[in-house]
């Protein structure tokens, strides 16, 4: 069974930032490219960033470039996804999704992150 557990969300000031886990299982996470969705309340759900099954190759939306970096580490089957300088508009359930043949097929539950102004 395909698990993808995301933690590391909570409460932060803005300008802050907050490192993101996902703990994958259930799969050969090393062949497979993931990343980060998020959604704000009463928002479509939009993509923030994913990173290729070596990591060579990464993806950023526009309102997150140069503040968040995604990483892995194939050993631990662990997907990261660090985020500095935290804006209130960054407030949103994060997700972690798996990537096959061009459809993010799995989801996790979500990690909640809130930024106060």
């Known amino acids: 069974e395909v698990q993808l557990v995301e933690s590391g969300g909570g409460l932060v000031q803005a300008g802050g930032s907050l490192r993101l886990s996902c703990l994958a299982s259930?799969?050969?996470?090393?062949?497979?490219?993931i990343g980060w969705y998020r959604q704000a309340p009463g928002k479509e759900r939009d993509r923030v960033s994913c990173?290729?099954?070596?990591?060579?190759?990464?993806f950023y939306a526009d309102s997150v470039k140069g503040r968040f970096t995604i990483s892995r580490d194939n050993a631990k089957n662990t997907l990261y996804l660090q985020m500095n300088s935290l804006k209130p508009e960054d407030t949103a359930v994060y997700y972690c999704v798996r990537k096959t043949g061009g459809q993010y097929d799995y989801w996790g539950h979500g990690t909640q992150v809130t930024v106060s102004s």
């Open positions: 990173i290729s099954s070596g990591g060579g190759s990464t």
């Open positions: 259930g799969f050969t996470f090393g062949s497979a490219t």
